[in-house]
């Protein structure tokens, strides 16, 4: 387990590009093993995440080459059993979806992954899998990775989604691809919408209605025609540097190309509201940010589906918040790559912050310009977001922070210590 250190300093400054969105790049990889010819990807996320889902298409026939321009060149269509199971890493948007994938092929796969996946709720995607008529199998109680799935015979249905989850619908619809008939997924509220964006500019027949307050995505089966994609930057990763130019003084930075479409960029707005100066370039696409003094806020149940990755990163805003900030209905939370509910309690509560979960509420009573944040030893838990979350609270503490669990951020930002680095300038900071 390596260990990651971090000095308290100067304003950041500068341009940098995040990674390929990673929501993004796990369906256009998925899409493209389904097309039958020859795909384009550029831009791709580079987290370990991303690269276990390219092992997988591989894995299932999929042939992967290189683009003279550093691209990625898929050729799939021709899709078959691998002769192992297939290994989604640390990755729930991997395991869930492909779990719905794969429950369409004429073939039977296992699904699996590491420690923490093993301990993730898999009956949400099992549940709608099995009402279309699929033979797949948990394991533990039924409802555990590794799973088995496949077998075709699927049929079309309309699925009200229990929880918020754009991995849930992201299954459901990818199952819906080779059903026998249309499958509508009914949300309360949307979640990320890349899976109908992403089916829909591959030639596929899906639709979106908003009705009596319910949003429905309907597909019907069919398979993508190749395409050509370039991943727009991850607006989860842009958010650590929107909190990190807000709270530490005099920082200014621009963030290249980040994805603005619906349900991913909740943050901007709740920062917005806190008192940031972030704001979307109209012609570039960046995402431009400049020191502020925040104040705290409440951030609704209804808006939490729009902002769930953001939660541990803006508990960081909140901490260097004039007030309380209060975190409602993200009980969500507590089933991620680790329980960020604890995780954020505990890690930055050995910082310093007045930081406390309760239930499914987060509360943070902040102290202007994070008044008493200390430099500490804490844990990223194997939680890629949590040791980023801390990295950024080290840099206006009062002393070293040390992360241990670093090699965690490599899930889905290798480049995070790289890119703070040149934020601050030739004198570095980061260890
Ligand atoms: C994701 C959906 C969200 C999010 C995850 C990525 C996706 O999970 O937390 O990082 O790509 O569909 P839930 O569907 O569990 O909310």
């Not at 199971?85 to 296992?110: C, E, K, P, Q, Y």
């Not at 948990?138 to 699925?159: F, H, N």
Request: charged share 25%; net charge negative.
């Amino acid at each position: 387990m390596t260990a990651h250190r971090v000095e308290p300093g100067g304003p950041l400054r500068g341009r940098i590009r995040v990674p390929g969105d990673k929501s993004i790049s796990h369906r256009v990889l998925m899409l493209a093993a389904l097309a039958d010819g020859m795909s384009t990807i550029r831009g791709l996320s580079d987290g370990e995440d991303v690269r276990c889902t390219l092992r997988i298409v591989e894995a299932l026939g999929a042939e992967v080459g290189r683009t003279d321009d550093g691209g990625l060149a898929i050729r799939g269509g021709n899709l078959g059993p691998a002769d192992c199971s297939l290994d989604v890493g640390n990755s729930g948007t991997g395991i869930r979806l492909l779990a719905g994938l794969l429950s369409g092929m004429d073939f039977r796969s296992v699904l699996d992954g590491d420690e923490s996946i093993r301990r993730r709720p898999m009956g949400r995607v099992l549940d709608p899998l099995r009402a279309m008529g699929a033979p797949v199998e948990g394991s533990g109680d039924g409802s555990l990775a590794p799973l088995t799935v496949g077998g075709g015979g699927l049929s079309g249905i309309e699925y009200r989604l229990p929880v918020a989850s754009a991995q849930v619908k992201g299954c459901v619809l990818f199952a819906g691809l080779s059903a026998d008939g249309p499958t509508t997924v009914v949300e309360d509220r949307l979640s990320r919408a890349h899976t109908e964006e992403l089916m829909a500019a591959t030639g596929i027949d899906v639709a979106r209605t908003g009705e009596g307050g319910l949003e429905r995505t309907t597909v019907h089966p069919g398979r993508p025609t190749p395409f050509e994609h370039d991943v727009a930057g991850d607006p989860s990763q842009a958010a650590f540097w929107a909190v990190a130019a807000s709270i530490v003084p005099g920082s200014e930075v621009s963030v290249g190309n980040v994805y603005q479409g619906p349900a991913r960029t909740g943050f901007v707005d709740v920062l917005r509201r806190m008192g940031a100066e972030v704001s979307h370039a109209p012609d570039s696409g960046d995402l431009l940010v400049r020191s502020a003094d925040l104040v705290g806020t409440v951030v609704a149940a209804e808006e939490v589906p729009g902002l769930v990755d953001e939660v541990p990163i803006l508990a960081v805003a909140a901490a260097c918040a004039d007030g309380e900030t209060t975190f409602e209905g993200v009980g969500e939370l507590r089933v991620k790559e680790s329980d960020r509910l604890a995780t954020v309690e505990s890690e930055l509560g050995r910082m310093g912050v007045d930081v406390h979960a309760e239930d499914d509420r987060l509360v943070v009573r902040g102290r202007p310009g994070g008044a008493g944040l200390r430099g500490a030893h804490v844990d990223a838990h194997h939680d890629h977001r949590i040791a980023m979350s801390c990295a950024v609270a080290g840099l206006v503490a009062d002393g070293p922070t040390t992360v241990d669990g670093w090699d965690a951020v490599a899930t889905s930002y290798p480049g995070f210590a790289e890119h703070l680095a040149a934020l601050r300038g030739a004198d570095g900071g980061a260890g």
